[in-house]
């Protein structure tokens, strides 16, 4: 069985950082983790009646990691 997403974040420019620099249209999330990234119509199929829609608005959307540590020192 296919996952479902949670959220949608739709009608973006995403960067996946894939060979070619291939941009995105939108991307499925689902339990705190990327599900999909591609055009809407790839991703509008992970959806149901119960997943939000975000709408961008043509924003760039990037990846990150976020890496949170500290440093201890006597």
């Known amino acids: ?37 591609g055009s809407t119509s790839e991703v509008d199929v992970l959806t149901d009646a119960n997943t ?4 961008a608005e043509l924003l760039f959307v990037t990846p990150f990691f976020l890496h949170a540590h500290a440093h201890m020192h006597r």
């Open 1 to 37: 069985m296919q996952k479902i997403a949670d959220q949608i974040i739709e009608n973006s420019k995403i960067a996946t950082l894939a060979p070619g620099d291939k941009m995105a249209e939108a991307i499925a999330i689902t339990e705190d983790k990327i599900l999909a990234v």
């Open 52 to 55: 939000t829609r975000l709408d």
